[in-house]
């Protein structure tokens, strides 16, 4: 009975997770959503930021402490191992339900563009997040949302967690997933101000968190392999050569 729970409840996270990813690409495209990022009545500028920015912390909060291998080893002494990773997939994706409802927008113009410049943005826009829900499966789709667990769970396997990989994406850059989220935040053909916040906030927490957590979290983790990944492949832009010799 506890099995078929885990697996009900870890299923449940996924479908969350699911709607808030795919209601994700509606709301900062504005598109196919009611409530989108530049959507709704407009409240005083300072309210709204101030709104806004608490919003993108709690969120940033969540994720910083969840995510960290103290927080996991101290949170499974009171929860199944198994349905840790769905119990962190589903508060990330309350959490973005909360900032799709709550969201303050904030509609002064920062850039305007029509056209071939509009196309070439959408274009990107859509990018972005294909290389997002590519990336996932290129580390391991279903171990890092929390499905694998509580399947190896039900069948009385030993849990399993992403394996490091340097693969496809994983070869050009770090962090992928990363890179695909920041094209599609600043892929915009009209940019408002709440848009550029979102963008600017959510680019910032990204670049500081990889750096200075989760790469932390892999060099300890990976030890010497992670330091040559480091050493050879570009952190999130594609600039530099991938060389030879980094395992
Ligand atoms: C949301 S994913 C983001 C991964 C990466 N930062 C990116 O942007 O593509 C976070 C999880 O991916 C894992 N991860 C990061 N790089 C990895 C790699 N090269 N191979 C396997 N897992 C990785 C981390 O340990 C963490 O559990």
């Given at each position: 009975m506890k099995k078929v729970l885990v697996i009900l409840y870890g299923i449940i996270a996924y479908v969350v997770f699911l709607a808030a990813f795919l209601y994700a690409v509606g709301f900062v495209g504005n598109m196919?959503?009611?409530?989108?990022?530049?959507s709704g009545e407009e409240i005083p500028i300072l309210t709204a930021l101030l709104i806004n920015v608490a919003l993108l912390s709690l969120f940033a909060l969540q994720h910083s402490v969840m995510a960290r291998p103290a927080f996991k080893k101290w949170f499974t002494q009171y929860i199944n191992p198994a349905i840790e990773r769905s119990t962190y997939v589903l508060l990330t994706s309350l959490l973005l339900l909360l900032i799709y409802w709550k969201w303050q927008p904030m509609?002064?113009?920062v850039w305007e563009t029509e056209n071939a410049a509009a196309v070439v943005l959408t274009i990107l826009f859509f990018s972005g997040w294909a290389i997002v829900f590519l990336s996932t499966f290129m580390i391991s789709h279903f171990e890092l949302f929390g499905l694998t667990q509580i399947f190896q769970n039900f069948k009385e396997q030993s849990l399993t967690y992403p394996k490091f990989q340097v693969n496809w994406f994983y070869k050009l850059v770090r962090h992928p997933i990363m890179l695909g989220f920041i094209i599609a935040f600043w892929s915009a053909p009209t940019m408002t101000t709440g848009h550029f916040l979102f963008a600017g906030v959510t680019t910032a927490y990204i670049l500081v968190a990889v750096k200075f957590l989760e790469e932390k979290d892999l060099k300890k983790l990976i030890g010497k392999d992670y330091e040559t990944y480091q050493k050879n492949v570009?952190?999130?832009?594609?600039?530099?050569k991938f060389k030879k010799g980094c395992k």
């Open positions: 196919f959503v009611p409530k989108t990022i530049d509609a002064t113009i570009p952190m999130i832009l594609p600039l530099t």
